[in-house]
């Protein structure tokens, strides 16, 4: 089924292979960045910070993927920009999906053990980890938006080729065949898109890896 779907994020990050690989499915892509000069992907954007966004602009979508990013130092718009999307989407039939972050997955299966709190010192990361954290216990206790949050590996590779393949899990974090949590950004928009279209993790966190 085609949807309608809108795209938060930066010209050249993530959000512009998410955009590629659901227009190459044949889904109505719009995406709101901060500059469209930069622009790459082959769906119409419009240049929009995600604060300003109003409940006018979402009407027309199915479903919202926000793969917003920030500066080093601006962690803290996690948290403004993910309470704004979840307050213009409460109680309506637009689906959230999120870009999440791998620091708090658990480390493996006996669930005692936080990545971040493990294995990243402290800096950016740490700060960026500890406030997706928060952003993720803000999804956790919504009940007036259908969300998802979609925790990336440790590594995302920019460049990495597309095979459309990938393992799924849930809070832990997954490893490859060599030890390694790791996914192109190319794969990871397969798995976005397949989320999209398929709805499997309604209310829920899931990961993936290659």
Do not use: C
């Amino acid at each position: 089924m085609t949807r309608s779907i809108g795209i938060i994020g930066v010209s050249g990050g993530l959000a512009e292979h998410i955009a590629t690989e659901a227009a190459a499915r044949g889904h109505h892509v719009t995406a709101f960045v901060d500059d469209t000069e930069r622009w790459a992907a082959p769906v119409p954007a419009i240049r929009r910070d995600p604060l300003d966004l109003t409940r006018p602009d979402m009407a027309e979508f199915d479903v919202l993927i926000n793969a917003h990013q920030v500066a080093p130092g601006r962690e803290r718009a996690h948290l403004d920009v993910n309470r704004h999307l979840l307050w213009l989407l409460a109680r309506t039939p637009t689906r959230l999906i999120t870009v999440g972050s791998p620091g708090h997955l658990f480390t493996d299966d006996s669930r005692t053990s936080i990545y971040w709190q493990e294995s990243i010192a402290r800096g950016p990361r740490r700060d960026a980890a500890r406030t997706m954290e928060r952003v993720y216990f803000l999804y956790k206790i919504n009940r007036d938006v259908l969300w998802t949050y979609l925790a990336p590996p440790i590594e995302l590779v920019g460049d990495g080729a597309r095979t459309g393949r990938y393992r799924a899990g849930g809070d832990v974090l997954l490893t490859d065949e060599s030890g390694r949590s790791r996914i192109s950004h190319a794969d990871y928009a397969v798995a976005m898109v397949d989320e999209v279209e398929a709805g499997a993790h309604p209310r829920r966190m899931f990961t993936v890896v290659a």
